[in-house]
């Protein structure tokens, strides 16, 4: 009895070493940290601009938009793509523009030109001189992407239009369809129907299941189209939304529909370069976060409504209800856990924040690998500078040893996020995270030292278009940020905010729809601003010789990661330098550790082709 009464003590003497809750292991010196002033980009300007940097051809071929480069923009959208990609990007309001710049042999010739539809007039004069000049860019190897269509009458109206989008005729010019299928190989996540079965599914249906229906003619792939009943329509001639046309020296495609628009063009941008090239090596941050906001609270209030609901006070609430679910999230998904303290939500009672319950929280999470990270959020009137006066008030006199490494935004302006930053307080904060918001732009620096980084989606939610954008943004950048706000259970508005309602939801959510993302690291937000650091400083050079695919990287820190993405029969056998692990059926994540690494193929299962 002796040994056994030992050795449980032992157990707990080395539980409680181990588990030094009291300083942050995730905490960094940001002055040490690569900073905003190591960030790698390649060239980028506008019409009329100097072309100074293009001639970088040894990194990655540059790009053109033809549109506007305003908020929202396709022309925001590259840049956004071509910071994340390495890539020289251009920007032109008109096709006659780019063409100027074009036939005098002003710059390199683009790898490919995005196209926004909406900014060329269609019933210029000189229409049909602008489409032909894209169909010799084509010809001459450039591949052309169509961001989306103009209108059906235009489409009608121009036979070399139609040719050069690989349009046959117009079927209808408009159709209603029941679902949509993405076909497997353009984004990563593999096939997906977006067609709902239940009257629960019918809640995600969210997508646009109207739009124009062509015939395309023959050298085309389709990519994703529209579901209607195959005993009226063969699936062969269903309605298409996104496809390529091959001219023989390029590729053409087209979006039919504002797929490429805020995050998701990002992926579609990614996944139309892999079509065009036999393998594809891009960079990816590779980091996949869980966020809890407003989580733990400390103070025990709104107790007469949360007593009503639960028969128990927040603390019992967040301790008793809520808790076991972030350990099943933990233990059950491949995310890493980051969770925002709420010291207060009401700063304007006379309830205080309980010491017990911190200790209690600091341990379990520490248990679980998680991060504990500082929210700015209160329901009261409160300003955040008294907000910052009171919570470091009750931190210095419990915890002061802790220091928040991050930092929930929620609704901060950016003023006020400059007072938060320059508070003493918070000075180790080296990364916020930033709402929820349909952009492009979802990782950077908010200032000198601090890196932003945007959630993605909220958990309680997974509609269809949802899950489009998240496939796109893994394929882009290996990336997710998925926040979930406990203030709604604390403060509930209504029925649909009790936890026994939300977790359904989260549960369903969290557990099924990342898994096929699971080769990408789960991390904490410390953890993933250390993957954006490096990602952002990083540039690099490669090159294939028969089955080796030599790289050479420059950067502030390692390791970085990259997805290859490969022909049907090959496969990573070793990686010098690095390590690789598969995402999916021709898709590598490759870890490079140093400068210079070899990837190693096995090419012999690869198909051959008589000719």
Not at 114 to 135: A, G
Not at 168 to 183: A, D, F, K, N, P
Request: glycine share 8%; with cysteine.
């Amino acid at each position: 009895m002796a040994i056994v009464f030992f050795l449980f003590q032992l157990l707990n003497m080395a539980k409680a070493s181990w588990n030094n809750y009291q300083t942050n292991t995730f905490a960094q010196d940001t002055e040490a940290l690569p900073d905003r002033s190591s960030v790698y980009q390649a060239g980028q300007q506008t019409s009329g601009e100097s072309d100074e940097n293009w001639g970088d051809g040894v990194y990655c071929a540059p790009v053109v938009c033809i549109g506007e480069n305003q908020e929202g923009s396709f022309g925001e959208l590259l840049r956004d793509w071509g910071f994340y990609m390495k890539r020289s990007v251009s920007i032109y309001e008109s096709v006659s523009d780019y063409q100027t710049v074009y036939e005098a042999g002003d710059q390199s010739t683009p790898q490919f030109l995005l196209i926004d539809s909406n900014v060329i007039d269609w019933n210029c004069k000189n229409t049909l001189k602008e489409i032909k000049f894209l169909q010799s860019c084509a010809d001459a190897g450039i591949h052309l992407i169509f961001g989306n269509l103009p209108e059906v009458s235009v489409i009608k109206k121009y036979k070399a239009l139609r040719e050069l989008l690989g349009i046959e005729s117009v079927r209808q010019e408009s159709v209603t369809v029941e679902g949509i299928h993405l076909y497997e190989g353009l984004l990563l996540g593999g096939e997906v129907i977006y067609k709902p079965q239940t009257e629960e599914e019918e809640k995600r249906q969210d997508m646009a299941l109207t739009f124009p229906w062509y015939n395309l003619s023959s050298g085309t792939k389709v990519y994703m189209k529209g579901m209607l009943d195959q005993e009226v329509v063969d699936v062969q001639e269903q309605p298409v939304l996104i496809w390529r046309k091959s001219t023989g020296n390029s590729f053409v495609f087209a979006v039919n529909g504002d797929y490429m628009k805020g995050a998701s063009g990002l992926g579609l941008l990614t996944g139309m370069l892999c079509q065009t090239q036999d393998y594809t090596l891009y960079p990816v941050v590779n980091a996949q976060n869980f966020i809890f906001t407003g989580y733990p609270a400390l103070a025990e209030e709104n107790s007469d409504t949360l007593q009503s609901l639960y028969s128990q006070t927040m603390s019992g609430v967040f301790r008793d209800v809520i808790w076991p679910s972030v350990s099943v999230i933990s233990h059950r998904t491949s995310l890493g856990i980051s969770s925002m303290i709420a010291m207060q939500y009401d700063y304007s009672d006379d309830v205080w924040p309980k010491t017990q319950e911190l200790f209690y929280y600091m341990e379990s999470m520490k248990e679980l690998g998680a991060e504990m990270g500082y929210s700015t959020v209160s329901i009261s009137d409160t300003g955040i500078e008294e907000k910052l006066i009171q919570d470091k008030e009750f931190w210095d006199k419990v915890l002061s040893t802790y220091r928040f490494s991050s930092l929930y935004r929620g609704t901060l302006s950016d003023d006020e996020m400059n007072t938060v930053l320059k508070n003493k307080f918070l000075s180790d904060i080296c990364t916020i995270v930033e709402p929820i918001e349909d952009t492009s732009d979802l990782i950077g620096y908010a200032n000198e030292h601090v890196t932003r980084q945007r959630a993605l989606i909220d958990g309680y939610e997974h509609t269809y278009s949802q899950d489009f954008a998240i496939r796109s943004i893994e394929t882009a950048l290996g990336y997710t940020s998925i926040l979930t706000d406990i203030g709604r259970v604390a403060y509930p508005q209504s029925e649909a905010d009790a936890w026994e309602n939300l977790s359904k939801e989260l549960m369903a959510n969290t557990t099924t729809y990342w898994k096929t993302f699971s080769a990408f690291e789960g991390t904490t937000l410390s953890q993933s601003d250390a993957h954006i650091r490096n990602f952002l400083a990083m540039s690099y050079t490669e090159e294939r010789e028969d089955s080796c695919i030599k790289v050479n990287i420059k950067g502030s820190g390692f390791p970085v990661w990259f997805v290859l993405k490969i022909g049907e029969g090959e496969m990573v056998t070793q990686v010098e330098g690095g390590s690789a692990s598969r995402i999916e059926k021709g898709v590598w994540l490759i870890e490079a550790d140093q400068s210079q690494i070899e990837i190693n193929l096995d090419q012999s299962s690869k198909p051959f082709y008589y000719e």
